[in-house]
């Protein structure tokens, strides 16, 4: 069984900066690609990060030079926020696309989610 755990959530003043981190544990083979999105109360989820395997990152422009994904060889994935907002507030989720043979099929799995609030 394959989980993600978030965890680095919490309440955060405007202008403030915060660290999600992601753990995956399980049998598996290989981490490839991961991400993170959020979802605002009462919006659709939206992707604001991903990480290759190889490390290449990638973001929307609404949050480049403030938000940093990064990895480390531990099956973690990270989230550095800075220079938080109010809209910035909304549920952190982490996703992985794993294998688990040497087929290269991938499965997608998604961690609960974290609540990050920006309010002073």
């Known amino acids: 069984q394959v989980q993600l755990v978030e965890s680095g959530g919490g309440l955060v003043q405007p202008g403030g900066s915060l660290r999600l981190s992601c753990v995956v544990s399980g049998t598996i083979l290989r981490i490839n690609a991961m991400g993170w999105y959020r979802q605002a109360q009462g919006k659709q989820r939206e992707w604001i990060a991903a990480?290759?395997?190889?490390?290449?990152t990638s973001y929307p422009d609404f949050v480049k030079g403030r938000f940093t994904i990064s990895r480390d060889d531990a099956n973690a994935v990270y989230l550095q926020m800075n220079r938080l907002t109010p809209q910035d507030t909304a549920v952190y989720y982490c996703?992985?696309?794993?294998?688990?043979?040497?087929?290269?099929?991938?499965?997608?799995?998604w961690g609960q989610g974290t609540q990050v609030t920006v309010s002073s």
């Open positions: 996703r992985a696309l794993v294998t688990f043979d040497g087929t290269g099929k991938e499965y997608e799995y």
């Open positions: 990480i290759t395997g190889g490390g290449s």
